[in-house]
């Protein structure tokens, strides 16, 4: 083991030898399942790296892409190691496996690194007080750590990690360290001001856009406007006249379930590279048998089609069909969301070098090193152990560089002209190719009784990305990705009747996760029905879910948090309205109340009080912040127009027709965070699923009028 | 092919260019700044702001060709030093950046209007700023650190 240690140090261009250690036996993809953290192994394994000198280096296995987990996951090594993250340096994982999974996607990083990351971190502190306490020959008892040394009890005596990390190496890594009990932690938990933050604000940091490497030229891919046609010629003439241009090659987009053509253009720099893309002519021989709804209107046709017969069944609890067959008072309704685009600022990009040795090396903003790594392996058919990856910061994603077509064009690039390459898609590419989120439809059914709801269904309707995306749902299945979060378990609304059914309807539009991914659709639906069945048995919205969650104390917790916060007893004056809502994702629970006036200009967003409970978290500040983007986003999806396709292409192609907020659209955000012991939940993603149906049910308040498509008229 | 002498951040970079290039490129690619940021390449969302004679520009519209030979460029490399500008500082303390990609583009922004208007009221930030665009959402932050590095000038 000590071998692979000193390995490993090496490969990393450190110098000295030291303790390395950390975590091993992830399951892999667990990036949008429910992690089980309590399953996995603790092995050595290099997420601990300290070396002789004193210098401890900590290494972040989850991509940064704004979420925060340069700061959050090494927060979790270093509380329990007793170091503070300013005295470590941090680097990003490489995608190999002795790292476990390293997507960052599912809010999962703090939830599912929990427990391991911090056994990683007191299996070292041990370890290090072990070699202290040999060193001075005492008992390791009366030894401790604090700031990267250990001390001795009632004495003056210290020493650094790094003088006894090389004896503390030689010991078995302790299976079962003691953990911190939560009400001692110094860092978790605590405000502490985000150390990348400073890079980010001096234009230091370095995104994939930004890399550089000798001898790179730049590529420009031009892309078939429907997606799947293939190319019947390419007129590259005027292209290769352009100066700066170097060749015009026909290349393929590899997504992960089919494969399309494509042209790049190759270039001495970015500029030439699209001037010589917008020169070239390459006529497309439309592959119609490849379209399958391939135009927004086939699609919604189908789904409404498909909304009046019967779905999968998912789950079921009585028999609901026949409770809403003989109700007195039953609510029937149907609710749209449309595709979305992720819309990064930092459109795709990737740069590639294969080189003259059969090594690859690829520089890219992507969600996980080790999909990646595989990825490339399998795409150019060369072994993993010759491929490195260098993850670089994310400009954005909310899910879209978790696909990494984008990755396979310049892998294709490099070895069809032996150089490396860059390629950087344009913002137009971005928004016009795909994947997007899924548009879906909720048709929502439900049973009122003597003031009470009964029985309640959500029939989810929509493409299904395990099935589009990983060829991953048998027929007649329900996509379980999606139905777990409109599991009864997961809403835990207390109905005597319940069942979740889904009607899969295929598309050829790409799809994918996007932030907070069928949680952003569902909870439109199932929370604007909620308030349809409270006003349908005269009950406040408030109340009526009250009384649905008595016996969810968590969600009752965080619905009167918020209804205090929101000072939601409180009428307001006419011309004004409120709406809430709330939903359970990636194990947390987000509410939200959101406040509308009329003005002459329409309805306007005047205020938002958010409420999360995502059990123990990291850092509070980070926690609001993305409770922050999470409005942000959910009022975009609520409020701004969808992704549409007409003749087979998408008729959206930058910000000017596929709108993001902009800072004049920016409502007073307030934030809340219930403080508790509970199991860490999410936090990248849980804020949003509430947006939409809270606005909408508070703009059905100040007008009477029932919104069930979006885009909301705000 | 056309030879021009950009000054950037004080400092002459020798660029040999196609004149149409616009001006992000030759930053970026050319004299190696790799803080302004590519977008939109629209003028939609402003991550490539950076000043032309001290007034905002979006540096992806603005070929070569059309900068005077006096033009001074300033990037968000040249307000950095030697230390950081009033503006960054209050982003730090504000903790504005979330992804952090936009963030050139938007402290140039509030750079030029601190410039010319040392106490913006909220109309006046939210003029200056609509143009950048933050899709992870800091905006409540921007402008809270706006009016933070107002007081510090």
Known sequence: ?714 | MPVFNLNINNKVYKITAEADMPLVWAIRDLANLKGTKFGCGMAHCGACTVHLDGQPIRSCQMPLSALSKKAKITTIEGIAEPTLHAVQKAWIEEQVPQCGYCQSGQIMSAVALLKTNKNPNDEEILAAMEGNLCRCGTYQRINQAIKNASKML
């Open chain 1, 1 to 714: 083991m000590k071998n692979n240690r000193r390995e490993f140090i090496k490969n990393l261009g450190l110098t000295g030898i030291g303790l390395s250690i950390g975590i091993d036996g992830f399951s892999k993809n667990v990036a949008l399942k429910k992690l089980t953290p309590a399953t996995l192994a603790l092995e050595i394994n290099p997420f601990i790296i300290i070396e002789n000198s004193g210098k401890i280096t900590l290494v972040n296995s989850r991509p940064d892409m704004g979420q925060g987990s340069t700061q959050a996951v090494p927060s979790l090594l270093a509380e329990e190691l007793e170091v503070s993250l300013d005295q470590v340096s941090i680097i990003q994982s490489d995608g190999r496996s002795k790292y476990g999974s390293q997507q960052s996607g599912g809010s999962s990083s703090v939830r599912g690194l929990w427990m391991p990351l911090r056994q990683a971190g007191a299996a070292a502190k041990e370890m290090l007080i072990k070699a202290a306490a040999e060193k001075w020959g005492v008992n390791a008892a009366d030894c401790y750590a604090e700031a990267g040394k250990i001390f001795l009890k009632g004495s003056q005596k210290s020493v650094t990690y790094g003088e006894v990390a090389d004896l503390a190496s030689t010991y078995q890594v302790p299976k079962n360290p003691k953990l911190k009990d939560p009400k001692d932690f110094k860092i978790i938990g605590k405000y502490n001001k985000r150390l990348d933050v400073p890079d980010r604000v001096s234009g230091k940091a370095i995104y994939g856009i930004d890399a550089e490497i000798p001898g790179m030229v730049y590529a420009k891919v031009v892309h078939s406007p429907r997606i799947h046609d293939s190319i019947a010629s390419i007129d590259d003439a005027a292209a290769r006249k352009v100066v700066g241009v170097l060749d015009v090659i026909k290349i393929e987009r590899a997504m992960p379930h089919t494969k399309v053509d494509a042209v790049a253009v190759i270039a001495q720099n970015q500029w030439a590279a699209l001037k010589g893309a917008k020169a070239l002519t390459v006529n497309w021989k439309s592959e119609s048998g490849k379209y399958l709804n391939q135009n927004t209107s086939e699609y919604f046709e189908a789904a409404y089609e498909a909304a009046k017969k019967p779905g999968i069944r998912a789950e079921e609890k009585g028999d609901f069909d026949a409770h809403f067959e003989s109700a007195s008072t039953k609510l029937e309704a149907v609710y749209e969301t449309p595709f979305l685009a992720h819309a990064a600022i930092e459109s795709e990009n990737a740069t590639v070098h294969i080189k003259d040795d059969g090594t690859v090396e690829v520089w890219a903003p992507i969600q996980g090193p080790d999909g990646a790594l595989s990825q490339v392996a399998q795409y150019l058919g060369v072994p993993e152990e010759k491929v490195k990856i260098n993850v670089t910061l994310l400009g954005g994603s909310f899910g879209r560089k978790a696909y990494m077509d984008f990755l396979n064009e310049a892998c294709d690039i490099s070895r069809k002209i032996k150089k490396p390459v860059k390629v950087l898609w344009t913002k137009e590419d971005d928004i016009s190719q795909g994947p997007y989120r899924p548009a879906m439809l909720s048709r929502m059914q439900g049973v009122i009784e003597n003031g009470r709801a009964k029985a309640f269904h959500h029939q989810a309707i929509g493409e299904s990305i395990a099935g589009q995306v990983f060829n991953g749902l048998r027929p007649n299945t329900a996509d379980d990705w999606l139905s777990g979060e409109l599991s009864q378990e997961n809403h835990q609304y207390n109905f005597e009747v319940n069942k979740v059914s889904y009607s899969r309807v295929k598309t050829s539009i790409p799809v994918v996760w996007w932030r907070s991914v069928y949680a952003s659709n569902f909870g439109w639906g199932q929370e604007c029905f909620i308030d349809e069945m409270a006003h349908e048995a005269k009950k406040d919205p408030l109340e009526f879910r009250l009384g649905l969650l008595k016996n969810a104390p968590r969600f009752t917790n965080v619905l009167n948090l918020l209804a205090e916060k929101a000072d939601y007893k409180t009428p307001l004056p006419a011309g004004k309205a409120k709406g809430i809502a709330v939903f359970r994702s990636f194990d947390s629970i987000s509410a939200a109340c959101v406040f509308v006036s009329k003005t002459d200009n329409g309805i306007k967003i005047d205020k938002v009080v958010s409420v999360i409970d995502c059990g123990m978290f990291v850092n509070p500040d980070n926690v609001k912040a993305q409770t922050e983007g999470n409005i942000i986003m959910g009022i975009q999806a609520a409020t701004k127009g969808g992704i549409t396709f007409e003749n087979n292409q998408c008729v959206q192609s930058n910000y000017h027709d596929y709108q993001v907020l902009r800072n004049s659209e920016t409502p007073k955000m307030e934030i809340y965070i219930v403080e508790n012991y509970e199991r860490p939940g999410g936090v990248g993603e849980p804020g949003l699923p509430p947006i939409a149906p809270a606005l909408g049910n508070a703009i059905f308040n100040l007008t009477g009028k029932r919104e069930r498509k979006l885009p909301l008229g705000v």
